[in-house]
């Protein structure tokens, strides 16, 4: 078995591109094949290099390896279409001379009319098949008009019956596929010869795309056949599964504009590529019927195509992210770490060639307080950044100051200051359970408050959110005096 994947480098990488790539490639790994990943990018005007080295970039993070390919290189190379040009230049002369193929000079104006006639008739309105037997002296007459031809596919006569991998067996009527373009009348070889050319020489057996591409398949099922007939490939169809749409809000087709489509917002969001395939699997997949989690190798394990569901599958951000905090929890302490240096580093509060020795054992200490507490690693970031930032930058959301820090809280704040004053000053160990009991006896049993009400001032005040890690072992890993610090700034940013 051999798949690919085969995107364009135009605009950023996205979900339903990346869904894509991560069927054909479980696909592959399952049956033991080779999974190949080429470029088409023959579009000059719309092809970039960034967009290039993002495809790169996202399939390495995603984990999607490839046996053969850009990058990687293969026997059948090069992988990038605009690279190809004398490939596709030696099939389009091949199907000209065993009358696979022919030039074609109609104007635009003469096709629109000619279309439009045949909707006023009730006809098909693809191509007519005007130009297809034109002869030598006619060729030279519309070139001496100086007409350039395109050249287009014979389409033979007959109905195209296929069983796609999804959808089971499908029928194309003779008069819904008509001959059609390859090459542009300035030469440049589109779509529809260059994909199967390609799948064709690098030996593709299953072809995994969107169902938007289902119409040209027997396109190419005629151009395999025509090319079995003059030796290019090896002699064989590849078989098709169309997969369903992504469907974002509103009923719509997820858009490349979409939000949630761009594939480069998840990283920096703080998705882990594993939390994120998990949730494309479940796009017209999943491996049991009450089973939404599991890792990749799992998936590799259970995938069959004939298992994904034709009918359109729905984008839930929400669900997304809940599925990537699972795969949180399912890191090691060590693997949370490594994962989140990157992170805190971007934030700011790590310089940009790691944290040091004193910084990595802090983070080594918290990590365990949030662990089950995060969805997407930056919430991490944001509910540790109170032990990390420098005390001079350290600043309370105003909002919850505002709630938390009234007369009332600043009251719970003194209280607390003043109960751990005297735990420090009686040379006992500054431990969780000391705090805790210090602090409970203060605000709970001194004050009468309910732990709710006596605690939250504390928090905002020590770790500036009503959003932190547990509030004792935050306040022993920040010890004494910066504890003691913040609740004085508390105080005197109140006034008090």
């Not at 389409?155 to 819904?176: H, Q, S």
């Not at 969780?432 to 210090?438: P, Q, V």
Request: with cysteine; hydrophobic share 40%.
């Amino acid at each position: 078995m051999v798949t690919r994947f085969c995107p364009s480098p135009t605009g950023n990488p996205h979900v339903g591109m990346a869904r894509t790539a991560l069927f054909s490639w479980a696909y592959a790994r399952h049956h033991g094949g080779r999974f190949v990943f080429r470029i088409e990018d023959t579009d000059a005007s719309r092809d970039t290099q960034e967009s290039y080295d993002l495809l790169v970039d996202v399939m390495r993070w995603l984990g999607l390896d490839w046996d053969e390919g850009v990058e990687v290189g293969g026997p059948n190379g090069p992988y990038r279409q605009s690279e190809r040009a004398d490939v596709y230049a030696d099939v389009v002369q091949r199907l000209i001379d065993a009358g696979f193929a022919y030039k074609a000079y109609d104007t635009a104006e003469e096709l629109e009319e000619r279309r439009n006639a045949a909707r006023a008739e009730g006809r098909p309105s693809g191509y007519d098949g005007l130009h297809r037997d034109l002869t030598p002296e006619q060729q030279a007459a519309f070139e001496a008009e100086g007409r350039a031809p395109v050249i287009r596919f014979k389409m033979p006569a007959k109905d195209w019956t296929f069983t796609d991998l999804v959808r089971g067996e499908i029928t194309f009527g003779a008069e819904n596929v008509q001959d059609f373009v390859i090459v542009r009348a300035n030469g440049q070889p589109l779509y529809t010869l260059t994909n199967p050319t390609d799948d064709a020489l690098m030996g593709i057996t299953h072809v995994l795309r969107g169902e938007d591409l289902l119409s040209s398949t027997p396109r190419q099922i005629a151009l395999y056949e025509a090319f079995a007939e003059i030796g290019v490939g090896g002699g064989f169809t590849p078989e098709f599964g169309h997969l369903p749409f992504v469907m974002g809000s509103g009923n719509a087709k997820l858009s490349k504009r979409d939000p949630e489509s761009n594939l480069l917002d998840y990283r920096p969001k703080g998705f882990l590529p594993e939390g994120l395939l998990n949730y494309m699997a479940l796009l017209g997949w999943s491996i049991a019927d009450d089973r939404d989690v599991f890792t990749i190798p799992e998936m590799v394990e259970a995938f069959e195509i004939g298992d994904v569901n034709g009918n359109p599958a729905r984008f839930d951000l929400k669900k997304c992210e809940a599925i990537n905090g699972d795969h949180i929890r399912l890191l090691s302490e060590p693997e949370l770490v490594e994962r989140l240096v990157p992170y805190f580093v971007d934030a700011g509060l790590f310089a940009p060639e790691g944290p040091t020795v004193d910084q990595r054992a802090l983070l080594e200490a918290t990590a365990p307080l949030v662990h089950t507490r995060m969805a997407l690693l930056t919430e991490a970031v944001e509910m540790l950044r109170f032990l990390f930032v420098d005390d001079a930058d350290f600043v309370v959301d105003p909002e919850d100051a505002a709630k938390q820090l009234d007369a009332g809280g600043l009251d719970v704040v003194r209280a607390a200051r003043q109960a751990l004053q005297e735990l420090h000053a009686s040379a006992a160990e500054w431990s969780t359970a000391g705090i805790e009991g210090a602090l409970r006896a203060a605000l709970v049993d001194g004050l009468g408050l309910k732990p709710r009400l006596a605690f939250g001032p504390v928090r905002v005040a020590v770790t500036g959110s009503r959003v932190s890690p547990p509030l004792f072992e935050s306040i022993e890993l920040l010890g004494h005096a910066r504890t003691v610090a913040r609740l004085d700034a508390a105080l005197a940013g109140a006034g008090g």
